[in-house]
C-alpha cells in the first residue's frame, strides 16, 4: 500500500515510480504470451544441430598447418636452441621490426652491417654478415648447396628445400648445424647491442665449429666432418 503523495507506504513508492508502472502497464498488457518448448541450438551450424564431429573440430580450429614443425621439434639440439628456431621461422624473433610494434626502444638500422633495417628475413637470409657467416661453413664441410640469400625464399621455405638436397643420413646433421648457425648469429648480434662486442665472420664461423664439435661430442651430430 502507498499513498498517492508517497509520505506513507512502502519505501520508494513515489507518484513517479507509480506512473512509470501505469506506463509499463499500458504497453504490455495487450501482449499474449504462447507456451513453447524449449530448445538447445548450435550456433555454429545453419540447422542448430549439435554434433559430436562438430565439437570435436572445435578444438583444431585455432590450429595452423604448419609444414616443419613436426620435423623441427624432432631435430637434435638443446630445446632452448629449436625454440628460438620455430619463432625465428614464423619471423618472431624481437629483430627491429618486432620491437617497433611493441614500442619498445629499438635501433631500425641492423647492429651486424648498419647498412639495412633490420627484420627477421634480413638477418637471417639477406644480411651480408650472415651471407659470409654461411660460405666460411660451406667451403669448411665441402658441401654444394645454395644459402638463404641464394634464392628469393623465406627461411623457411630455404630449409626445407636444401635439406632434400642432402643424403637421408646427413638430413639431420644438417638441421642441427641451421639452427646451430641461426642461434649463434643471433648471440651475435646480442652481443654487439647488449655488449658493445663484435666479431668478424670468421671469427664467428670459428665459434659455430667449435660448437660442432661440443654437440658432436653430445651426439647431436653424428655424420658432420671432423
Not at 604448419?66 to 624432432?74: D, F, G, I, N, T
Not at 626502444?105 to 639495412?116: A, E, G, I, S
Not at 633490420?118 to 639477406?126: A, I, K, R, T
Not at 661453413?137 to 627461411?155: G, K, M, V
Request: net charge negative.
Amino acid at each position: 500500500y502507498a499513498t498517492i503523495d508517497g509520505s506513507a507506504g512502502y519505501k520508494g513508492r513515489s507518484p513517479m515510480r507509480m506512473g512509470e508502472f501505469f506506463q509499463l502497464w499500458d504497453e504490455i498488457h495487450d501482449v499474449l504470451l504462447l507456451p513453447s518448448a524449449d530448445e538447445i541450438r548450435w550456433k555454429l551450424t545453419n540447422d542448430g544441430q549439435f554434433s559430436v564431429a562438430l565439437a570435436y573440430d572445435m578444438f583444431f580450429m585455432a590450429t595452423e598447418n604448419c609444414p616443419y614443425s613436426e620435423l623441427l621439434w624432432r631435430s637434435r639440439g638443446p630445446s632452448r636452441v629449436r625454440f628460438f628456431t620455430w619463432i625465428t621461422l614464423k619471423n618472431q624473433c624481437l629483430t627491429a621490426d618486432n620491437l617497433a610494434k611493441r614500442n619498445w626502444p629499438h635501433d631500425d638500422l641492423c647492429p651486424l652491417y648498419q647498412r639495412q633495417d633490420e627484420d627477421c628475413h634480413h638477418l637471417f637470409v639477406g644480411c651480408d654478415y650472415m651471407v659470409a657467416v654461411w660460405r666460411i661453413i660451406r667451403r669448411w664441410c665441402s658441401a654444394s648447396f645454395a644459402i638463404p640469400a641464394d634464392e628469393e625464399n623465406t627461411l623457411s621455405d630455404w630449409w626445407l628445400a636444401t635439406r632434400r638436397r642432402f643424403r637421408t643420413s646427413y638430413r639431420t646433421d644438417f638441421d642441427s648445424a641451421f639452427m646451430l648457425i641461426c642461434w649463434l648469429i643471433w648471440k651475435e648480434l646480442n652481443a654487439r647491442v647488449f655488449q658493445h662486442v663484435s666479431k668478424s665472420p670468421e671469427q664467428l664461423a670459428e665459434d659455430i665449429k667449435q660448437e660442432i664439435a661440443i654437440w658432436r661430442v653430445a651426439g647431436i651430430f653424428s655424420q658432420f666432418r671432423e
